[in-house]
């Protein structure tokens, strides 16, 4: 069955940067996207960006492009997401999930990354 | 960048009744396009609806969704006590890449 599990838990400090894995499995990871989602505390749910597990092609959310780098491991099954120059701000849930023929269809559980001084 | 704009805030209902969920978007979305997610507390976002009306795999028929252009619709026709979350509705475009409404909150009333 499928499965996407992440990375635990982490604390920065403001302009620090932070990344976060989502190993694959289940599938053939080469065949899917995966994007990332973030959602900060009692806020929307907010699109980063996306990889071509494939290709190793990306595409960012103008908000993020120049502080996020979503790159993949596929020998690992592996997908990463690096978000740079951090600020309170950024305190969030991250996702990630696979991109399937209808929709995000599987998700991470999620990992918390806490920006504070 | 198109702007998903989802009404009510919050609705209050009872197990048994319908409810009923809009996603209004800011420009034309094409329907191909269009999702619905549930999200329960601590928990990652389950797809429900895609396409604007084709449920997801293993999702119960009590789900439905509908609308076109720039007016969406979820509708759970009768309430189970496990239905009670967060519902977010979700396009892609391929410009500025996805985007999601604010959420509509379905509490038990």
């Known amino acids: 069955q499928v499965q996407i599990v992440q990375s635990g838990a982490e604390v920065k400090k403001p302009g620090a940067s932070v990344k976060v894995s989502c190993k694959a499995s289940?599938?053939?990871?080469?065949?899917?996207?995966m994007h990332w989602v973030r959602q900060a505390p009692g806020q929307r749910l907010e699109w980063m960006g996306w990889?071509?597990?494939?290709?190793?092609?990306?595409k960012y959310s103008p908000k993020f492009q120049g502080r996020v780098t979503i790159s993949r491991d596929t020998s690992a099954s592996t997908a990463y997401m690096d978000l740079s120059s951090l600020r309170s701000e950024d305190t969030a849930v991250y996702y990630c999930?696979?991109?399937?023929?209808?929709?995000?269809?599987?998700w991470g559980q999620g990992t918390l990354v806490t920006v504070s001084s | 960048e198109i702007v998903l704009t989802q009404s009510p805030g919050t609705l209050s209902l009872s197990p048994g009744e319908r409810a009923t969920l809009s996603c209004r978007a800011s420009?034309?979305?094409?329907?191909?396009?269009l999702a619905w997610y549930q999200q329960k507390p601590g928990q990652a976002p389950r797809l429900l609806i895609y396409?604007?009306?084709s449920r997801a795999t293993g999702i119960p028929d009590r789900f439905s969704g509908s609308g076109s252009g720039t007016d969406f619709t979820l509708t759970i026709s009768r309430l189970e006590p496990e239905d009670f979350a967060m519902y977010y509705c979700?396009?892609?475009?391929?410009?500025?890449?996805?985007?999601f409404g604010q959420g509509s909150k379905l509490e038990i009333k």
């Open positions: 979700q396009q892609y475009g391929s410009s500025q890449g996805y985007t």
């Open positions: 990889i071509n597990a494939g290709n190793g092609n990306t």
């Open positions: 289940g599938y053939t990871f080469s065949n899917y996207a």
């Open positions: 396409g604007a009306s």
């Open positions: 999930a696979r991109r399937g023929e209808t929709g995000l269809d599987y």
């Open positions: 420009q034309t979305v094409s329907s191909i396009y």
